[in-house]
């Protein structure tokens, strides 16, 4: 099927305004997770998802930051007050089911987050 | 905690010539450990994994748990090798947080 996609695939905002982003995993993935890439420092851990349950929230920023995922599929990362050093591309990702091995993440194209 | 080092921002070879991209990292146990790779306008994919000691588009990689080291390797660059490549390390069994390096962009040159 149809691999992970994002949506919007850019967003533009200005400072303290929120914002919502979406993930559409891929069908009957199980697992999904959200990062962060910022120029200079890589690929940044977020959260992680085992269907709707995030058992791992420790890479969460600060409270600003939060994500939900209902009906096992579609998840939203809503950052709140928003500042210009959260300005990055957010990445998803899935997998069909974790603690295997063998899985494999597959990244949608990401969210490219502008923060004025 | 764990972590992945990649200590080269910007690695450029002469297509045809070997490449190197280094990968170190710190965890006290076995870890599974994997390289991504990103091309231009393109997505994060797996290049490989050390479990499945696989070789994909020529690219191997041999984990060192005396030195904690996952160096990728291939033994004559090509210019579609171009690209950002990510050293990544998972803790096995628990949950899937999947610890990203920095990253290394390999240019090769015509």
């Known amino acids: 099927g149809a691999g992970v996609s994002q949506s919007p695939s850019n967003k533009v905002t200005e400072k303290g305004k929120d914002v919502e982003l979406r993930c559409d995993p891929i069908s009957g993935h199980t697992a999904l997770y959200w990062y962060r890439q910022s120029l200079g420092q890589g690929l940044e851990f977020l959260i992680y998802f085992q269907g709707n349950s995030a058992p791992d929230k420790s890479g969460l920023p600060s409270d600003r930051f939060s994500a939900e995922r209902t009906g096992g599929s579609v998840s939203t990362l809503t950052i709140q007050r928003t500042q210009q050093e959260d300005s990055a591309v957010y990445l998803c990702?899935?997998?069909?089911?974790?603690?295997?091995?063998?899985?494999?993440?597959?990244f949608g194209p990401g969210t490219r987050l502008l923060v004025l | 905690a764990q972590r992945v080092t990649q200590p080269e921002k910007l690695l450029s070879v002469f297509k045809g010539a070997p490449v190197e991209l280094k990968c170190n990292y710190s965890y006290s146990g076995s870890p599974e450990l994997f390289w991504y790779v990103q091309y231009s306008r393109q997505r994060l994919q797996l290049l490989l994994r050390h479990i499945s000691r696989e070789s994909i588009k020529g690219f191997t990689a041999d984990l060192n748990k005396g030195e904690t080291s996952f160096h990728l390797k291939k033994p004559f660059a090509q210019e579609e090798d171009s690209a950002m490549y990510y050293c990544?390390?998972?803790?096995?069994?628990?949950?899937?947080?999947?610890?990203f390096g920095t990253g290394t962009k390999l240019q090769v040159i015509p």
């Open positions: 990702a899935s997998s069909s089911f974790g603690g295997q091995a063998k899985e494999t993440q597959y």
């Open positions: 990544a390390l998972r803790i096995p069994g628990g949950y899937q947080k999947v610890t």
